[in-house]
């Protein structure tokens, strides 16, 4: 893939409309070139930021599909991302762990109970 077919495809690679065979081809080819990184740039710095801002929408599928494919072009692109994107989701399922009811112990069985509070009644010398 050269420069030229790239730019030609990019709107297809950012639609999700490219076989797989040819984003993958697409985004070796960005990866080592510098033009074409600096082409795919404005994409990437759709920002950190907005990326990470958004990124619980974007998890939700509660985000619109065009940003939601800038967004997915932009995680592939950024490897920054894609560390904070992994640490997210690490995040959410620790966090999904953690609230689930903590396990109790046991109810005391109620001969035990009843046997207590049999010993406490009695009268201070049967102790
Ligand atoms: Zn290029
Ligand atoms: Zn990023």
């Given at each position: 893939?050269?420069?030229?077919?790239?730019?030609?495809?990019?709107?297809?690679?950012?639609?999700?409309?490219?076989?797989?065979?040819?984003?993958?081809?697409?985004?070796?080819?960005?990866?080592?070139?510098?033009?074409?990184?600096?082409?795919v740039k404005p994409?990437?710095?759709?920002?950190?930021?907005?990326?990470?801002?958004?990124?619980?929408?974007?998890?939700?599928?509660?985000?619109?599909?065009?940003?939601?494919?800038?967004?997915?072009?932009?995680?592939?692109?950024?490897?920054?991302?894609?560390?904070?994107?992994?640490?997210?989701?690490?995040?959410?399922?620790?966090?999904?762990?953690?609230?689930?009811?903590?396990?109790?112990?046991?109810?005391?069985?109620?001969?035990?109970?009843?046997?207590?509070?049999?010993?406490?009644?009695?009268?201070?010398?049967?102790?």
């Amino acid at each position: 893939m050269n420069c030229q077919t790239l730019r030609q495809k990019l709107a297809e690679y950012v639609g999700e409309m490219l076989p797989a065979a040819d984003r993958d081809a697409l985004s070796a080819h960005i990866l080592g070139c510098t033009e074409c990184t600096a082409l795919v740039k404005p994409l990437r710095d759709l920002a950190c930021r907005e990326v990470i801002d958004s990124l619980a929408d974007y998890l939700d599928g509660t985000m619109s599909g065009a940003d939601s494919r800038s967004l997915a072009l932009h995680l592939e692109l950024c490897t920054e991302c894609e560390d904070y994107l992994d640490a997210y989701q690490q995040t959410i399922r620790l966090a999904k762990t953690s609230s689930e009811p903590p396990c109790l112990d046991p109810p005391l069985p109620d001969a035990l109970v009843r046997t207590v509070l049999a010993w406490r009644n009695r009268p201070p010398e049967a102790r």
